[in-house]
């Protein structure tokens, strides 16, 4: 169990609950169940109710909350430079969005660098899912709710972003390192489509002959049409990306939700094989006392047949 004597306090609940996210998960049902069984000793249900409902973090979700709980204000940092993309990117100021994005990518690695560090030094052998980490930090700059969320330092499981901040759809998708309207690119690649295959712009000079201009007229329409042909497929397979991450995340949800429900039937297992335990040892200490009490009860007997027949050998001299 996390240091510290059990105190019912909500302060001391809480500190107690954040020393619980701080160590290893490995230790963390263990943790939480001798937590459990004190607060049931000092009387708190309420408390005790609390540490049951708290979950197990993954590896992942552990190293983040190391960060969130160790170094705050590096969290505090990572918000704000959230706040600043977003506002560029309302304003869609592209030179700053990339100066911007570039430090997004800067401070996200030094997060994760200082994560691991932390991470290690609490468990110098562990494997770390430094991936899952840089996901999770990326979603927070993306996200203001999963931001929120880090900064409790209470994650039980990692989180992605399939975009990045307020982005307005559907003519952006994502901010990369350059800002990209999808509509513009477009619309430049079939502009230079147009240029390679006419030699340059469509321009009707007096000179042309009807046969060039009606050409023209008719490249220029198969130009269009393959824009809007384009721009369905766009549509469609953005609508289909959104769909996929959203089954994604609930499989991945659905997959944790598993994984925790097996933890938590694991610590009941080992909560009633203790109890069963105890139970098979008050049986056996119960069944010592009935054999005691067997050999008290034969030897009284067998006092009480002395003494009659002592009785009886006396009632017999004296009638002699």
Known sequence: MPSGSFSGAPGATDDLIQRLYEQPPDGFVAARTAAIDEAKRAGDRDTAKRLAALKKPTVAAWVVNLLALRRPDLIDELVELSSALREAQRGLQGDQLRELTAQRRQVVSALVGAARKLALEAEPDAKLPLGEVEATLSAALAEPSVAAQVRTGRLIRAASYAGFGEVPKPRLRLVSDTDTDLDTDLDADLDAEESDEEGGEVVEFPQQSTRERQAAERRRRQIEQRRRELR????????????????????????????????????????????????????????????????????????????????????TDESD
């Not at 089954?247 to 933890?263: C, F, M, P």
């Open 232 to 315: 369905r497929e766009l549509g469609t397979a953005e609508s289909a990306e959104h769909r996929a991450d959203e089954q994604l995340v609930r499989a991945e949800n659905a997959e944790r939700d598993a994984e925790h429900l097996v933890e938590d039937l694991d610590a009941e297992l080992a909560e009633l094989e203790r109890r069963r335990t105890e139970a098979q040892a008050d049986v056996a200490r119960r069944k010592q006392a009935r054999r005691t009490a067997e050999r008290d009860v034969a030897t009284a007997r067998r006092r009480v047949g002395d003494v009659q027949a002592a009785l009886e050998d006396l009632e």
